[in-house]
């Protein structure tokens, strides 16, 4: 339901917030396991990937998020 992807989203804003950034990874896949091209869950993984080196990931999440 959309109201659990919000509930889900502000999760991993805080995990991420805390320095807890696997844990927010993980909250915004499980996003997409359920809405496989939230836009926002997708730019937010993007967005992290970079923050932490990642710039392959970071990349192939920042294009897929500017495809919907």
Same mark, same amino acid.
């Given at each position: 339901? $959309?109201? !659990? *992807?919000? #509930?889900?989203? !502000?999760?991993?804003?805080?995990? @991420? =917030?805390? &320095?807890? *950034?696997?844990?927010?990874? !993980? *909250?915004?896949? =499980?996003? /997409?396991?359920?809405? $496989? !091209?939230? %836009?926002?869950? /997708? %730019?937010?993984?993007?967005? /992290?990937? &970079? #923050?932490? &080196?990642?710039?392959?990931? @970071? @990349?192939?999440?920042?294009?897929? @998020?500017?495809?919907?």
């Amino acid at each position: 339901s $959309p109201l !659990n *992807v919000e #509930a889900l989203r !502000n999760l991993a804003d805080l995990y @991420a =917030d805390s &320095g807890r *950034v696997d844990d927010a990874l !993980n *909250v915004l896949k =499980d996003i /997409l396991t359920k809405k $496989p !091209n939230d %836009q926002e869950s /997708l %730019q937010k993984i993007g967005t /992290l990937c &970079g #923050a932490l &080196g990642r710039t392959e990931d @970071a @990349a192939f999440f920042m294009a897929r @998020a500017s495809q919907g």
